[in-house]
């Protein structure tokens, strides 16, 4: 019988390699490390009174650092606010008393007893002043003013909160801890905290940090066109819009 011929089997080749390099794992601390930091960056900065020790000490009005406005000295941005509180409703004897206070009890007190305050009337005048404290504290033209400039730019945009649980107007009514566990449409006005942020953003319209006659125009300028209706206030006093 006459062989079948067999056709040849082709030889089955290797797969081939793969020329792309394999993945890398992600380093799911690495990702956690970077989504904290995310976190951090949009949290509120909470402040309250001048700890040395604390990062957010300095942007307390009660943090010292001396200024002078029209021949008058002022060993701290609460000192001036209180002194314009007095000023304002004419008290002249607990404003010298003021003037001459050394500690932040004293001018806490004097100024939470000065005659003739009408509330509506003080948070009306309250963001001027509050403002206008901190033009001075932050951008006089000297080393002490422009490094605590330089510490109130790096913590960014985040939101200042002035946490004093004693003052709903300049502050938000609550602690530190208190206000973490309300609800934030609960917090005060948040009028010195606010003002910070002005002169933060008063800085970046200038471009000119040693510039303090500039940033103080802008910030009278804004102060001179404030919103004067105390409709913005509800009845727990504390605003309802922001200005």
């Known amino acids: 019988m006459p062989k079948v011929k ?4 082709a030889k089955s080749r290797p797969p081939a390699k793969s020329k792309s390099k394999p993945r890398t794992k992600a380093n799911p601390t690495a990702k956690a490390k970077a989504a904290a930091d995310r976190s951090a960056e949009s949290e509120p900065v909470f402040f309250c009174d001048p700890i040395t020790s604390s990062e957010e000490g300095f942007l307390s009005p009660w943090w010292r650092y001396r200024f002078e406005v029209k021949g008058v000295t002022y060993k701290k941005a609460g000192q001036y606010i209180m ?11 607990t404003l010298q008393k003021i003037l001459e ?11 939470d007893n000065i005659n003739g305050v009408e509330q ?5 005048r309250a963001s001027r002043i509050a403002r206008n404290a901190n033009v001075y504290k932050f951008t006089s033209d000297d080393t002490e003013s422009r490094d605590l400039l330089r510490r109130l730019k790096n913590l960014g945009d985040r939101e200042l909160v002035f946490a004093d649980p004693s ?20 917090w005060g006005a948040n009028v010195f905290g606010k003002s910070l942020d002005t002169v933060r953003n008063l800085v970046k319209v200038t471009g000119k940090t040693a ?5 103080r125009k802008r910030a009278q300028a804004a102060s001179d066109h404030r919103p004067s209706d105390t409709s913005i206030f509800d009845q727990g006093g504390r605003l309802s819009v922001n200005w």
């Open 101 to 111: 206070a050394e500690t932040t009890e004293d001018l806490k007190s004097l100024g």
């Open 6 to 9: 067999r056709k040849a089997m």
């Open 83 to 93: 002194a314009e509180k007095a000023r304002a409703f004419g008290d002249k004897k």
């Open 120 to 124: 509506k009337s003080w948070r009306r």
């Open 167 to 186: 003052d709903a107007t300049l502050g938000i009514g609550f602690s530190v801890a208190e206000a973490k566990e309300v609800d934030k449409v609960q």
């Open 211 to 215: 510039n303090a006659t500039k940033t």
